[in-house]
């Protein structure tokens, strides 16, 4: 199946935009690791049991935001490799 011009270019604007919104994603990740060191940081200097507990809730919330956003992420991939027909190189 040949695509027209038009759909070429369009399709490379869908791949920009997965391109763009999975560096959204890596960026998301980025900062949730930020926020899991500092909620180390805090967990370090204090002993306040209750303070202690809701780090806990914080950092596993935390965690599970950064694992949708992995996959997010791997989901934009796909998409972008679907859309492209280009994939990572094998080693």
């Not at 956003?69 to 796909?78: D, G, K, Q, R, T």
């Amino acid at each position: 199946m040949e695509i027209t011009p038009e759909q070429s270019e369009a399709m490379y604007d869908l791949a920009l935009i997965l391109s763009e919104n999975e560096k959204k994603e890596a960026e998301a990740v980025k900062g949730y690791t930020e926020q899991l060191r500092v909620i180390d940081r805090v967990r370090a200097v204090t002993s306040d049991p209750e303070l202690l507990e809701f780090l806990d809730t914080l950092e596993a919330a935390t965690k599970e935001k950064q694992s949708d956003e992995l996959n997010h992420a791997h989901s934009l991939l796909e998409e972008y490799q679907n859309v492209t027909g280009i994939s990572p190189a094998a080693d």
